[in-house]
């Protein structure tokens, strides 16, 4: 039993695909839980616990993205429905021929005109993560449908179907390149898109953002802006050597082992004058300093004349995600970047409701 156990709080610890959207006595497990894997004697430690939401403990060191895959898959069985998010208007609406690249859709429901568009991605290491996660999306739903915005949430193909990080970008610029061409269909502005993504999402809309080759090759223009929430890797040739034990295997997978694969895949270096306006949340409780990276990020942004910003905040990886949307000081931060964008976009964010 302590083996099935101790897999079930693994997995129930990965913030970007099972935070907990109900009430409080489930909040308080879930926090008794993340305790429980923090001090864990079979090998969990008070740094496996600040992550734990990334998915392992000092256990899972050479779990592939096959293995945790499968785990996450057996969980997900077992608490079908219990973390989904609220309903879409349109669900599954491919941007492409694979089974995992499809979006999720939830209307404006005021303002008027064609409505701007956060297109949100979520994380998983690159492995695993699902669009419709409660933690990817209700708080944010909630907090901006009513004013107006579009919420369109992503999936796309993860590294057990052969899709390293770099393919994976290609993937969400694809994503970009459909919402722009599509979202009037939805009552959508398609010149007014946020890219917006968590831990591997992060990483991910960085990366389209920075590159203009990526989004040339999927037809992509540039977003309106991009927020990358406490990314996996803004810096991938800094962030490969102090990567999490746990996490060493998943990352050579998404990244490969040579500093000549991690270039083409780092936003940092693939940085050009074309890229919008970047806002780079970060933890402060990460002992992988994603800090530091943010800033020089936002250091070579500027010096190429683009607007960009470092957010950091006292929260644990999943928190960052999934608060969200949440009344504070923290929305309220990430909605003044997203106000700065474009005129539109900050009337609506600031209409009383």
Known sequence: MARPLAVMISALMLGAAFSANAGPLK?????????RAASAPEGGTDED???????????????????????VNRLQQRLAGRHSGPTPDLKDVAYGPRPLQTLDIYRAQGGGGRAPVVLMVHGGGWCVGDKAAGGVVQNKVERWTPRGLIVVSANYPMVSDGDNALAQAHHIARAL?????????????GSRVV?????????LVSLVNASSAIRAAEGARPALGTVSLDAGAVDVVTQMPQVYPFLKTRYREAFGTTE?????????????????????????????????QARAYVDKSRSLGIPADVLP?????GAINKTL?????????VERFMAGLDGQLAGLLRAPR
């Open 27 to 35: 909040e308080r497990l879930l926090e008794r839980m993340q305790q």
């Open 49 to 71: 616990g600040e992550l734990a939401d990334m998915g392992g403990t000092a256990r899972s060191d050479a779990m592939s993205c096959a293995d945790w895959s499968q785990r």
């Open 177 to 189: 390149a459909f919402v722009q061409a599509h979202a009037v269909e939805w009552g959508g502005d």
């Open 195 to 203: 890219l917006m993504g968590h831990s591997a999402g992060a990483h």
């Open 260 to 292: 000549a694969e991690w270039i083409p895949a780092s936003p940092f270096h693939q940085l050009t004058a074309g890229a919008s306006p970047w806002l780079g949340v970060c933890s402060t409780q990460r002992k992988d300093d994603p800090c530091a």
């Open 313 to 317: 905040q006292p929260k644990n990886h």
């Open 325 to 333: 949307g949440e009344p504070g000081a923290y929305t309220d931060a």
